[in-house]
């Protein structure tokens, strides 16, 4: 995948420093599912955050308040002197009222709460440390949330098809709009779940999020002749050039991609 990264074309090195390994790893899986980030180390308090900080040259921290030992606290003046260079963004789940105004005084650009959704803390990492070129990793996103009804695939179809029609991508739409309406019925019918899409438009790709509450994996089946249903992953796998999902705490998303092929592609025409 092309790299629009104004470093070079390197991702973002972050240092994520917490106690809690399983809170490391949903972050580690959210930075890394987005492609503009890549965790360079870990530490589990503020003292082997400050060791290995040099050595891993992070262009962010991303750091706990609440550890044993050395907390964020102590650990945030020594980070900004062995790492000028890298923007500290707690990540904490202390009131902000406080928490934050302290941090800030001590050198942290900002503050998130613990327990935000996983699909959102990149995008609100991105907004917060004013990371223009990730940004600029995907090239424009819309979303929708969609209640659990019978016509939310029809909402979804329409949605794409409006968005993709925005972004002069209506090349694509006869399998996005297939696709979405798959994912969006199973997030009602399997997951029994309300569904957020998301479409990005990437320099060489469409992607398209489908997020629901279940944290049960979405099954590839190939399903009878005489089945009405139970064709969907199947489609998805057959008309898109990547697929996926990625469990949550709080639920799971869905995706596919498929190549632009708009104006601006040389594959167009």
Known sequence: MSSLFANGGAPIRVLLVDDSADLRLVVRRALERHGGFDVVAEASD?????????SAAPDIVLLDLAMPGLDGFGALPQLRAIVPD???VVLSGLPPRGAERRARSAGAVGFLEKGIPSRRLVDELIAIAGLVEVAQFGLA????????DTNAPNAARRFVEQTLDRWQCGSRLDDVRLLVSELVTNALVHAGSEAEVAVVLRSDAIRVEVADDSTNPPVLREATPREPGGRGLALVEALSTSWGFDIHDDGKVVWFEVPRLDADDPRAG
């Open 141 to 148: 996103e819309h979303r929708t949330h969609l209640q659990r």
């Open 46 to 54: 503020g003292a082997a955050a400050v060791e290995v900080a040099a």
């Open 86 to 88: 890298a923007k500290v």
